[in-house]
């Protein structure tokens, strides 16, 4: 099943929340390069479906890679 542009658009939307949410609540910064590149915001509606499944995507690896090595230096520092 694929999704359609206005359901990328609006997982998009969410996600973008999910990140301004995190880095509130974290006070870490999600490193977006990729996702800058892409040049294509949540409300980029004129953007293809294409662009924005890869916003999606490079938005998501965002998110989970800062998460990631947070989770990665937690455990680290209750080792020691």
């Known amino acids: 099943m694929t999704m359609k542009k206005q359901e990328?658009?609006?997982?998009h939307?969410?996600?973008a929340q999910v990140q301004n949410h995190?880095?509130?609540e974290t006070g870490n910064t999600v490193e977006h390069d990729e996702y800058t590149s892409?040049?294509?915001?949540p409300t980029s509606i004129h953007k293809s479906k294409t662009d924005h499944k890869a916003a999606?995507?490079?938005i998501a690896r965002g998110?989970?890679?800062?998460?990631?090595?947070?989770?990665?230096?937690?455990?680290?520092?209750?080792?020691?």
């Not at 892409?38 to 915001?41: A, K, T």
């Open 38 to 41: 892409l040049g294509v915001q």
């Open 63 to 80: 998110i989970t890679s800062e998460m990631e090595s947070e989770e990665t230096e937690r455990v680290s520092a209750a080792a020691d």
């Open 22 to 24: 995190y880095e509130e």
């Open 8 to 11: 990328l658009i609006h997982l």
């Open 56 to 58: 999606v995507f490079a």
């Open 13 to 15: 939307g969410l996600l």
